[in-house]
């Protein structure tokens, strides 16, 4: 039990972090992203949010890594460039608008936009004259605006590649691989911080095991799945993840 110690928890919160961590690979196994958003969710209830980023940035590193064999060959490069260079672009505006803007209004307003355009895209909307170099840099600059805000920079890259109508295994693949990059960045970042300790380290060693048994599951789902189920799924996770948000903002308020 001395690892209980270095863990900071008892064996109720280590399982409970384990499910959360289960279900969130399931979810980033067929999806292609959501990992960060659903480990919040469920790691919110027990550690503060200083010490839940540098667990979760581990992991997404790590699941990034089991889940190249299922994406490495529907992996769009150049959507990837396009957009990290505006994710590059966007990240120092969004540092900066922290300090002049409320992030929780800004959340708000974000979360309600996400649930307008869900619900349009589940009508049928599409778009493909913003499927242009111009267009994916301008949504890199949008996420990375939004990342350094109020941490939510997947969600409209999701949207746009949905938006664009791309194949559900490009959207997947390329998500993941985004993802993966940025995720290093950000973690290299954390530790020269000083915001990744030992304990760290102890608390990210027994989610690992579960990693690749979710990410297994949730690729199982997407290749038994249709092409219209997958679009359904991911509009289903990006509404509740925004419905949660309101309701964590309103709580606070």
Known sequence: MDFL???HHGLV???FMMFTVLVASIIRGFNGFGFSATCISGFSFILPA???VPIILALEVIISIFMVPYIWNKIDWGFVLKILIGIMIGSPVG????????PETTHLSVC?????FSFLLMKGYSNQKINNDYGKIFTGIISGTLNGLITLGGMPIALFLLTTSIQ???IRGSLAALFFLTDIYAFVLSF???IVDLTTVYRVIPLIFILPIGVFIGNNFFVNS????YRKVVFYFLIFISILGIFRIISNI
């Open 5 to 7: 110690l270095y863990f």
């Open 13 to 15: 919160e280590i399982y």
């Open 50 to 52: 200083i010490e839940i």
């Open 95 to 102: 540092l900066y608008l922290l300090r002049h803007l409320n």
């Open 112 to 116: 309600l936009s996400i649930i307008f």
């Open 168 to 170: 559900p295994s490009i």
């Open 192 to 194: 020269f911080a000083g």
């Open 226 to 229: 249709k092409e219209e189920t």
